[in-house]
C-alpha cells in the first residue's frame, strides 16, 4: 500500500503547479482525498477534500478559488492544482486516503514559491 506525490517544485508567484497522488496496493474509489501541506515549524494543515466519489469538494479559506482538487478512480490517481500562488504557499505537500477502515498517507512533495 502506497501514496507517492510528485509535481512539486519551484514557482515564481503567481505561477501554477498539479500535484499529483498516485495510489498502488489499494482502490481510491473506496477513499475520501484531502491534501495537507506544512511549512517548516508550522502544523500540518489541510488544504482540500474530496468525496470518495469525487462528487463534493471542500477547501481552507486560504486556497479557496485557487486550488482545485480532483481524483481520477479510473487511473487510482488524485490531483491538486494549484493556480496563483503566493510565498505563503510555500510547504510540504501530502496526500490522504481515508475511509472508516484505513488511513494512509504520502511522504509529501515540496513546493516552493519564490522569485
Known amino acids: 500500500v502506497q501514496l507517492v506525490e510528485s509535481g512539486g517544485g519551484l514557482v515564481q508567484p503567481g505561477g501554477s503547479l498539479r500535484l499529483s497522488c498516485a495510489a498502488s496496493?489499494?482502490?481510491?474509489?473506496?477513499?475520501?482525498m484531502r491534501w495537507y501541506r506544512q511549512a517548516p515549524g508550522e502544523e500540518r494543515v489541510l488544504v482540500a477534500t474530496i468525496t470518495s466519489g469525487g462528487g463534493s469538494r471542500a477547501y481552507a479559506t486560504f486556497v479557496e478559488g485557487r486550488f482545485s482538487i480532483s481524483k481520477d478512480n479510473a487511473k487510482n490517481m488524485a490531483y491538486l492544482q494549484m493556480n496563483s500562488l503566493k510565498p505563503e504557499d510555500t510547504a510540504a505537500y501530502y496526500c490522504?486516503?481515508?475511509?472508516?477502515?484505513?488511513?494512509?498517507w504520502g511522504r509529501g512533495t515540496q513546493v516552493t514559491v519564490s522569485s
Open positions: 496496493g489499494f482502490t481510491l474509489s473506496g477513499y475520501a
Open positions: 490522504n486516503a481515508k475511509n472508516q477502515w484505513d488511513d494512509y
